[in-house]
């Protein structure tokens, strides 16, 4: 079963900051926190992922609270372009057979 | 990024038959894939995990005679759904992991829609 959970769906104005939560307070001390997107009738698209620290890549920010429970991905400007489902995953990192178990994700809509 | 093609894209197809899609790495060895299954409004489904040169292993509740896995080599996985019904009329997705990157990161096909009619 996964491991997080997630608001259904979200509405954001293009040009805005798209905040993104997710809770996991089961995590364990080795799982990561990883977000990938599936835009419509397309595979999933990987975004980014971390452990404890806050990362930043070219496509968005990870903000993980202190006790790891929760996180928050933000895409800094939203473009129509990244309405899509996003998924946040625990897993173990490392391993070469870890399984990726997709809960429901939330559904972000960027409006016009 | 690395990249994972699927083949084919979409196919129709009568029901009774089997039908093969293609999992391929292109720029990469990749020792585990994976096949997952999403039907409509709904979300990715893991159906098995395809190690190369051993069996699949496969999900509960996944039938391993209906949904052949084999991975011949290190750039190749296929999945043979046989005896196609009306149900298996799915989005069909493979992700393989790049052995070559630090944490193992997951890569993702385009996925394959099979229609049976």
């Known amino acids: 079963d996964a491991k997080t959970t997630q608001p259904p769906s979200m509405d954001c104005a293009e040009g805005r900051a798209a905040n993104l939560p997710c809770n996991h307070s089961?995590?364990?001390?080795?799982?990561?926190v990883y977000w990938y997107r599936q835009i419509h009738s397309q595979g999933p698209q990987y975004i980014i992922h971390g452990l404890k620290n806050n990362e930043t890549n070219e496509m968005a920010s990870l903000i993980i609270t202190e006790d790891r429970k929760s996180s928050t991905l933000i895409l800094p400007h939203a473009t129509l372009r990244d309405t899509a489902v996003y998924y946040c995953?625990?897993?173990?990192?490392?391993?070469?057979?870890?399984?990726?178990?997709f809960g429901t994700g939330t559904l972000l809509a960027v409006q016009p | 990024g690395a990249v994972v093609s699927q083949h084919p894209s979409w196919v129709i197809c009568k029901s009774g038959t089997s039908v093969k899609i293609e999992c391929r790495s292109l720029?990469?060895?990749?020792?585990?894939m994976f096949w997952y299954r999403q039907f409509p409004k709904q979300s990715l489904m893991l159906m098995a995990t395809?190690?190369?040169?051993?069996?699949?292993?496969?999900e509960q509740g996944v039938e391993k005679d209906k949904f052949l896995i084999n991975h011949a080599s290190l750039t190749l996985s296929t999945l043979t759904v046989t005896s196609a019904h009306p149900e298996d009329s799915s989005f069909y997705i493979c992700?393989?992991?790049?052995?070559?990157?630090?944490?193992?990161?997951?890569?993702f096909g385009p996925g394959t829609r099979l229609t049976v009619l």
């Open positions: 992700s393989a992991i790049s052995s070559g990157v630090s944490y193992n990161e997951q890569f």
């Open positions: 089961t995590i364990s001390g080795n799982e990561y």
């Open positions: 995953i625990v897993r173990v990192a490392g391993g070469a057979t870890n399984k990726l178990i």
């Open positions: 720029d990469f060895q990749a020792t585990t």
């Open positions: 395809s190690n190369e040169g051993s069996k699949a292993t496969y």
